[in-house]
C-alpha cells in the first residue's frame, strides 16, 4: 500500500456565500446558537426610492409664484439695435466683436436674452453706450479720461 491508501480522507463543507447568510433564517440560526449578529438596515434598501415625494415637495405645491428666468428689457434691446445701427453694424458683426453667437445678439435686441454682465460689458465697450444701471443710454467716456 502506498501513502495514499493510508492517508484518513477528510470532507469539509464549502463555506457558505455571504448572500446566504444574510438571509431571515440564516440570521435566525445564528441567534438561536448564540452569534452575536450584527444587522442594519440600509436607508431606502431594497426599494425604488426614486420617485418619493418628500416635505418640500407639499411646499413647492403649495407655492403660488411662478419661477423665471429674468429677461432683457425691452428699452435694453432698443438701446442695443440703435447703438448697433448707429455704429453701422450688422447682428453679426456685433456678435463677432464680442465674440459671442449671432443669435445672442438677436436674443438681446428681442428681450428674450437672460441677463449676463458679461456680455452687456463687452456690448457697452463696442457700442460705447451704457446698457446698465441707472445712466442707460447715456454714451461711455473713453478709457483714461474722467
Known sequence: MSDWDSAPLVLRKKAPKSSTLKTESAVNQARRQGVT????QKYGAGTNKQHVTTKNTAKLDRETEEL???KIPLDVGKLIQQGRQGKGLSQKDLATKICEKQQVVTD????RGIPNNLILGKMERVLGIKLRGKERGQPIAPPGKK
Request: net charge negative; hydrophobic share 20%.
Open 37 to 40: 449578529v450584527d444587522t442594519q
Open 108 to 111: 438681446y435686441e428681442a428681450g
Open 68 to 70: 423665471r428666468h429674468d
